[in-house]
């Protein structure tokens, strides 16, 4: 048979081809038009998972607002793009929303990957950029003044909740095994609990991490069985997470604690992929919980069932949070004067579903995530006891259950 | 010993995964970039057979073969075949295209959150000695062997076989003697279509997935169909064997964040050291297509 390499080259060089597809708004802005907020998410991609929720959270937003009369007086009207998770095609869309769409406010997207790019084109434009997740350091080292972080916590801070739980043990584990996803929002906490819990002389007996195209955990997770360390701590976004403990579920290994970032927030997915009884005393750190007694999260939660007829996850909370905070500062200057938002913003405090978020001159709030466990069934606030929803936390997780 | 049984039994899956692309690379000398979302689609239709039956995964290959058969048809009468007009270039260029409207479609229908097929053996294991054998992937694995074996058989022993092998080796020989090569075209992309369907379903119980899941599977079918020798059913066996192998001593000897790197050094090397394959032959082609 014969070889066509050429067929192949086309192939191979067509394969990181990356598409988007978008709505538009035509109109420009006046006074009688709605007031047009524009964002563009990774609606499709590999974080389209997560985008699809905090598109959702958006809207249930605009429904509130529309049915309360609108933004100054005006009903809002998003215009939403899709960038495939492209950073080229996230800066154009930004671009778009500006120039083309002519957009009166803008709103982030998600993940640091593309609010990094994102954010800069706001900048440029001198527009107010909340984004409701990316919490990397780099994004808030720019120097930009009208950038804000709706989330309590950053990556930075990301550790603190589980450092604390860990410092405060009696009996702490002897090893701990790390493991996480290549991507700055894992990396980072991952790291400085590693330096938290060596200097707390946590003897690490496994440390790796993986590209984001990992399919297979097989080998992984055997290889932290056998270096059987006292608790695992993987920071994952979301596939990963679930595949990483079916992996040890298939060799085997129970962690006796086990600390997974983001993926276990993703309370409609995560239970059936691992089974929910497995999910017992997992912990993870988050932003936000239903039942938290926050201003306005009880209503956010009836009236996304409503809406979608499924729980609302913290990803659909965060970007609720976002338009919360924008919300807050249009009114309160109660013009769409970017700077003026931008500096109120920077001088008060907003109360929001995740609590109250005050920022500094960065955009970088000065709260702290919540620490979280699965405990019978539910994911659980564990610390700090001012926000706990359960009295403490389990401390040895059971086996899992086949 | 433990991980080159995990790279055994992954390689089993990794087998059957590529096989559909094989035999379409192999018979229509293109390269399907719809692969990876029929991949999906299969996984997407055990998900949905097994939520509204409750039978188990492996039970709904016939039914998700027989609808990515159809699908296949459809997709070489309706694209393909108007794009070969336009050469090898317009082909690719269209599965591409097409790819990326059946992940949209997938999204419409299923969403976009993840999705997994819960089983009771799913998280299982059994151990011989001191090796843990996953139950879910020593299924996965003996499912995918019986279907390769399935088309080796249907190869070799049937005259749709034979009359794919002579459209293969030689397909203005093949229309001589009287095999209409475009039907044999058609039923090979079928063929291809339903087994990555197949493929689909077993992947169903190993991991969670997504609509854009199957994008990860196109580098890696690449890599094992150069290795095994463009075309080749055995050496796509052997390649992905041989990957799975690689991917998982690598993961456990050397470090994780190298191991999905492997199929695309393993297409460099062998295009440079060995580009007929494992199982390919070097054939002159002045001869072939005189």
């Given amino acids: ?402 | 010993m433990q991980a080159v049984l995990f790279g055994l039994l992954v390689g089993g899956v990794y087998a059957l995964a590529s096989s559909g692309l094989t035999l379409i690379f192999g018979v229509m000398r293109i390269v399907n970039l719809t692969h990876g979302a029929l991949l999906i689609a299969g996984a997407f239709l055990t998900y949905t057979i097994c939520a509204a039956t409750g039978v188990d995964p492996f039970a709904t290959i016939p039914v998700v073969g027989a609808v990515l058969f159809g699908l296949g048809w459809l997709i070489h009468r309706l694209v393909v075949q108007r794009a070969e007009h336009g050469g090898e270039g317009t082909v690719i260029l269209s599965t591409l295209a097409l790819a990326m409207i059946l992940e949209g479609v997938i999204i419409l229908i299923w969403g976009h959150e993840p999705h997994s097929v819960a089983t009771s053996y799913a998280r299982s294991s059994f151990r011989i000695g001191d090796l843990v054998f996953p139950a879910a992937q020593v299924y996965g694995s003996a499912c995918a062997l019986v279907l390769l074996a399935a088309l080796h058989t249907l190869l070799n022993r049937t005259w749709l076989g034979r009359a794919v092998r002579a459209a293969t080796a030689n397909p203005q020989g093949a229309e001589l003697v009287g095999i209409r090569v475009e039907r044999i075209n058609v039923a090979a992309f079928a063929l291809g279509a339903a087994l990555t369907g197949a493929a689909g379903s077993i992947l169903a119980v190993l991991s969670p997935f997504t609509p854009d899941s199957g994008d990860q599977w196109i580098g890696l079918g690449l890599a094992i169909v150069v290795l095994g020798g463009m075309g080749s059913l055995g050496g796509a066996l052997v390649g992905a064997l041989a990957l799975g192998v690689i991917e998982t001593l690598t993961a456990t000897y050397g470090s994780p964040a190298w191991a999905t790197a492997m199929p695309f050094a393993v297409i460099v090397l062998t295009l440079l050291l060995r580009p007929q394959g494992i199982f390919g032959v070097r054939v002159r082609e002045d001869v072939v297509s005189a």
């Fill in chain 1, 1 to 402: 048979m014969t070889i066509d390499r050429r067929s192949f080259l086309i192939g191979a060089s067509l394969l990181p081809l990356v598409t988007a597809c978008g709505a538009s708004g035509s109109s420009s802005s006046s006074t009688a038009a709605p007031l047009k907020i524009g964002a563009s998410l990774p609606l499709t991609g590999p974080a389209a998972d997560v985008a699809d929720p905090g598109y959702k959270g958006y809207q249930v937003w605009q429904s509130q607002i529309n049915a309360r009369g609108g933004l100054l007086g005006r009903k809002v009207e998003f215009v939403i793009l899709d960038d495939g998770f492209d950073q080229n095609t996230v800066v154009s869309n930004y671009n778009r929303l500006i120039s083309q769409d002519r957009v009166d406010l803008l709103i982030g997207t998600f993940s640091s990957f593309l609010n990094l790019p994102a954010s800069t084109v706001a900048d440029r434009n001198r527009m107010l950029y909340i984004e409701p997740s990316g919490g990397a350091a780099d994004i808030f080292s720019r120097g930009h003044t009208r950038l804000f972080f709706s989330q309590p916590g950053t990556t930075d801070t990301a550790h603190r909740p589980f450092a604390g739980y860990v410092e405060g043990l009696k009996e702490r584990p002897a090893t701990a095994a790390y493991l996480h996803q290549d991507d700055p929002s894992t990396d980072v906490p991952v790291q400085n609990l590693r330096k938290t819990f060596e200097g707390l002389g946590i003897k690490t007996v496994y440390g790796q991490k993986y590209p984001p195209d990992t399919k297979n955990f097989d080998a992984i997770a055997n290889a932290i069985r056998q270096a059987d360390p006292a608790l695992v701590v993987h920071g994952a976004l979301e596939l990963d997470g679930a595949a990483v403990v079916q992996a040890m579920q298939r060799v085997g290994f129970t962690p006796p604690i086990l600390y997974q970032t983001r993926a276990p927030s993703s309370v409609n997915t995560y239970p059936k992929a691992i089974g929910a009884t497995n999910t017992e005393a997992i912990f993870t750190a988050g932003s936000w919980h239903p039942a938290a007694k926050y201003p306005g999260n009880a209503e956010f939660v009836a009236d996304y069932r409503k809406q979608f007829s499924q729980e609302p996850s913290e990803d659909a909370a965060n970007s609720y949070t976002a338009v919360q905070v924008l919300q807050a500062g249009v009114q309160a200057v109660g013009k769409l004067d970017q700077d003026a938002i931008a500096a109120w913003l920077h001088a008060n405090q907003v109360d929001t579903i995740v609590g109250p978020l005050k920022w500094d001159k960065r955009g970088v709030p000065d709260g702290s995530l919540l620490l979280m466990q699965w405990q019978g069934g539910k994911l659980e606030v564990v610390a700090p006891a001012s926000a706990a929803t359960v009295p403490s936390a389990i401390a040895a997780k059971p086996n899992w259950a086949t």
